[in-house]
């Protein structure tokens, strides 16, 4: 069975600094894609990146990058030089690529507080 | 840009009553999807539909549930027989291809009173 843990409830970080956020999963499939969601306090989610299970290299968009070790089962969120509009809830997801399943498995997420 | 869009914002119903929850879908996608997330926990998915039929759905998705697309852009989620516990926000989401990113609607935050 397909899973996503996201063992941080909650993080700090100070403006302009770097925070990673936490995202390990596990599948059997050995084709998947890894996402990464923004869910500010207005609710709507945002897609921020993704991260195929063959991509040779690490996925960035931005501020944002994905730290992917695919022998560990891990794809932590790396944002750079926090801003106070990060302040949100982050969620991992997972889909297996194979077979007839395309959906979405959710993480229970990390509520992000960037502090002045 | 293009985005999906969802009707209403919120809703608030009585228990028992039906409710269809409307989504736009951006328009060249192909893969629409319905996830649920209770408040303050994860989201959950409900269901998937491509050509014109549910690809697959999840055990939260039983016979009170069923999605349609009526037209060439809408994709709506009924509830038939609304329960207390169905109360959650229920994100619409589109893809282009089975792949790619599902890009979500802003929601509807379903309350059942």
């Known amino acids: 069975a397909q899973k996503i843990t996201q063992t941080q409830p909650g993080m700090f970080v100070q403006e302009k600094e770097a925070v990673t956020l936490d995202c390990t999963y596990d599948?059997?499939?050995?084709?998947?894609?890894l996402f990464w969601y923004k869910q500010p306090s207005s609710g709507e989610m945002i897609f921020l990146i993704y991260?195929?299970?063959?991509?040779?290299q690490n996925a960035t968009e931005g501020r944002y990058s994905l730290n992917f070790q695919k022998a560990r089962k891990s794809a932590n969120l790396v944002i750079s030089a926090s801003q106070l509009g990060d302040s949100a809830m982050y969620f991992c997801a997972m889909r297996a690529h194979g077979g007839a399943t395309n959906k979405l498995i959710f993480g229970t997420g990390t509520l992000l507080a960037v502090q002045p | 840009e293009p985005e999906v869009t969802q009707t209403p914002s919120h809703q608030v119903t009585q228990m028992g009553q039906e409710v269809i929850l409307r989504c736009v879908p951006i328009?060249?996608?192909?893969?629409f999807y319905w996830y649920r997330q209770i408040l303050g926990q994860k989201v959950e998915f409900l269901v998937s539909f491509y050509n014109n039929e549910i690809s697959e759905k999840s055990e939260i998705f039983d016979d009170q549930f069923s999605v349609e697309r009526p037209d060439g852009s809408n994709f709506t989620l009924k509830i038939r027989s609304t329960k207390l516990e169905d109360s959650a926000m229920y994100f619409c989401?589109?893809?282009?291809?089975?792949?790619?990113?599902?890009?979500f609607g802003p929601g509807t935050r379903l309350t059942v009173l």
């Open positions: 991260q195929g299970s063959y991509d040779q």
């Open positions: 989401a589109s893809s282009d291809r089975v792949t790619n990113e599902q890009f």
């Open positions: 328009s060249n996608h192909l893969y």
């Open positions: 599948t059997s499939d050995p084709s998947y894609g």
